[in-house]
């Protein structure tokens, strides 16, 4: 299975206090899907494994594998303007609003597999599928300054995680297989982050500080 994903995205925010963003998304996905059979009970008796055949007969004739590869990638326009307080600001003097503009690219890459497994002798379950993935995203925002002498000046920042979720999903049929249900446990820990920061400064008069991005919930 083979499938490509485009979409266009448009974005406005604020923060109700002095600066308010428009963003413009572009983005694209890109997956892969492989389904392989494994034979178990043929694999151990070519093997001349030392297993008991009794045991050998219970294990399932075909296993089925699902390999799936993802890949995305988004590329958004951000115009952001900012009118500074006046609390601080000399007297008879009203800043005028700044306008800033940046680039960010993301990439995100996504390797997982899963084994589909049908319970036969179960009344309420009719297949769990034990999964586990590896997903890595990096994002970068590009540096740029605001172009007036009471602006600010924006270093370059980056993000990087790689994480590997692990879980299960079960999976029943219900009326003449026309309702299905469907429940799934996860467990995603964060193996590897470098968390997002750039230098801030003043152009007027080269005053810096470190900005740090805000944690989102993962």
Known sequence: LFSLAFCQLFDRDKDYMI??????????????????????????TQARAKIPSSFLSKLPENVPVIFNI??????????????????????????????????????????????????????????????????????EQESFQEPTSEGRAFESSH?????????????????NDQDTFDLMLAYSPDVFRVNPHCTTSLVVTGA???????????
């Open 70 to 139: 993802l890949f995305s990638y988004s590329h958004a326009e951000n115009d952001m303007k900012t009118r500074y307080t006046q609390r601080y600001a000399p007297k008879n003097i009203i800043y005028p609003e700044v306008k800033g503009s940046w680039a960010t690219n993301c990439f995100a890459g996504e390797i997982s597999g899963s084994l589909p497994i049908e319970l036969s002798d179960s009344y309420v379950l009719d297949k769990f599928v034990p999964f586990l993935k590896a997903q890595m995203i990096y994002g």
């Open 19 to 44: 600066s308010k963003n428009r963003t413009h998304v572009y983005a694209g996905s890109l997956f892969f899907e492989h389904f392989h059979m494994l034979h178990p009970q043929t694999y151990l």
């Open 208 to 218: 810096a500080w470190e900005t740090k991005a805000a944690p989102l919930a993962r």
């Open 159 to 175: 993000l990087l995680n790689l994480s590997l979720p692990i879980g299960v999903k079960f999976e029943s049929v219900f009326g």
